[in-house]
């Protein structure tokens, strides 16, 4: 017994100097991106529990404290008031220790809400519950509990609120207040009687956030559900709901509570290379008016790093009408600009071909945000290098004028020109590039690595003119300088 309590005590001064460590890291690692969020140390992947609370934006996520390479999941934790700064938190949520076969029942993804009504009676003073939903695997779906604003963790005393079957296994609890109905509702991905034909996602719904009940089966899916409600056009008196698989890849249609009626077939969301674990945050207050998704960059590599793992920016979503139908539009919170430098601007530059004339030789940098609209005119391709040097190209940004794709590190998608114009915006960290195509349409966001001395940028066309319309490039500061 005396044992049990060292280790427990061990453990716990582990991870109290785990994150003063982190509050003290200068986070200027040469793969350390600068404006995506990364643990300070070791493994990270999916977003979980994102939400909105009393001025702070709480971000969790899948952590293994022990090292860089999966396992021994537990819940980080960060929060940040503007969605580009974060300050790192101890360990949220840890493995449940309860397991009947296992010692180690690690903490996997889910989500957060607030106890707006104290339904579970746990509310202290007047600060309202902070709820977290999660798999503990091999033990169900539980919840976790915080009465001081996400700072400290309790376990929930009548866990699991769903209990687990050994032959069905479920995951991942995206939970979220329904006001149509006046039900909470729960989407969880499952594998019913363990055939792998009918994995996809479940939909339960509960007065009580305590006893659940099975309503529907939506087939298809894998892992990481969301189900969120979007404007189509920015018009409040049109919406739809659009159901987010693991990839990022969704469908658009209709949700009455209990259950989901799709209008179009499923959509790849993001065509990049490493995109994963799609969630939006909760309770972001009306007056905002944005729904913001966040996702796992999965299989990015930083070589020589004490850290493996990192998110997208931010993003707003929102649905637009295009000739083809409604689709899912994608761009970075605005938020981006607190990290704005000084920039350079260009307007009406038509480029020539052959002649060497790069409009961005002056350009340096390893972290950038790019904007342009360009009047494709008679080009046949134009494009980006990005992190060139005179040692080594850089990668490259292309757009093909005479196939219509989009493409970089190996990746492409088709992207039809409107009026004549592409419009390209480029989010360029360290580790990291992400391009939207025509104000969202179309997204890649992939991971890389370039020598860090890397730092000069080129425009480019081929086979004929291209007019640059409007060209702003902002180097971006570091999210951890506060200056």
């Avoid at 529990?49 to 999941?73: A, D, R, S």
């Avoid at 159901?243 to 009455?256: A, K, L, P, T």
């Avoid at 070589?303 to 979503?317: C, D, H, I, S, V």
Wanted: proline share 5%.
């Amino acid at each position: 017994m005396k044992s049990s309590h060292k280790l427990l005590i061990l453990f716990c001064l582990f991870i109290l100097v785990s994150a003063a460590k982190a509050q003290k890291h200068a986070f200027d690692e040469a793969y350390r991106p600068q404006f995506h969020f990364t643990p300070a140390e070791n493994w990270m992947n999916d977003p979980n529990g994102l939400i909105f609370f009393e001025g702070e934006y709480h971000l969790f996520y899948q952590h293994n404290p022990f090292g860089t390479e999966w396992g021994f999941m537990h819940w980080g934790h960060a929060v940040s008031t503007d969605l580009v700064h974060w300050e790192h938190l101890p360990i949220a949520i840890y493995p449940d220790n309860d397991s009947q076969d296992k010692d180690f029942a690690t903490a996997y993804s889910g989500s957060a809400i607030i106890d707006e009504n104290n339904l579970l009676g746990l509310q202290e003073g007047d600060t309202k519950t902070m709820l977290a939903f999660y798999t503990s695997k091999d033990n169900g779906q539980r919840i976790a509990y915080s009465t001081d604003k996400g700072r400290s963790w309790t376990k929930f005393a009548g866990n699991p609120v769903i209990p687990f079957d050994e032959q069905d296994d479920a995951r991942d609890p995206k939970v979220f207040w329904h006001p149509e109905s006046q039900k909470y509702v729960l989407v969880l991905w499952r594998m019913p009687e363990g055939e792998k034909s009918k994995q996809g996602f479940s939909i339960y719904t509960s007065e009580n956030l305590t006893d659940w009940y099975f309503e529907s089966h939506l087939a298809g899916f894998y892992e990481c559900p969301d189900l969120v409600e979007l404007q189509v056009n920015r018009r409040s008196d049109d919406t739809r709901w659009v159901v987010f698989d693991g990839d990022g890849s969704y469908i658009i249609g209709n949700f009455d509570g209990k259950q989901f009626s799709p209008e179009t077939p499923k959509t790849q969301g993001d065509f990049g290379k490493n995109f994963y674990a799609t969630q939006t945050f909760n309770h972001i207050p009306d007056e905002d008016g944005r729904v913001i998704q966040l996702a796992w960059m999965r299989g990015g590599e930083y070589p020589g790093m004490p850290f493996n793992g990192q998110m997208t920016f931010p993003a707003e979503l929102s649905l637009k009408t295009y000739l083809e139908g409604i689709r899912l539009i994608r761009t970075p919170v605005k938020e981006i600009e607190l990290l704005h430098e000084k920039g350079q601007s260009w307007e009406e530059e038509n480029l020539i071909p052959g002649l060497d004339k790069n409009l961005t030789k002056k350009v340096k940098g390893d972290c950038l945000h790019i904007q342009g609209i360009f009047d494709l005119k008679t080009v046949n391709s134009f494009g980006f290098m990005v992190r060139n040097s005179k040692k080594a190209a850089g990668i490259e940004i292309r757009y093909d004028a005479t196939k219509q794709i989009l493409s970089c590190l190996g990746q492409g998608v088709v992207l039809a020109p409107e009026d004549g114009k592409i419009q390209l915006e480029i989010l360029l960290d360290r580790t990291s590039i992400e391009i939207y195509g025509n104000g969202g349409k179309a997204v890649l966001s992939s991971c890389f690595t370039a020598e860090p001395d890397a730092k000069e940028l080129v425009l480019y066309n081929t086979g004929g003119e291209l007019l640059v319309k409007t060209l702003n490039i902002y180097p971006l500061k570091s999210m951890y300088n506060n200056d």
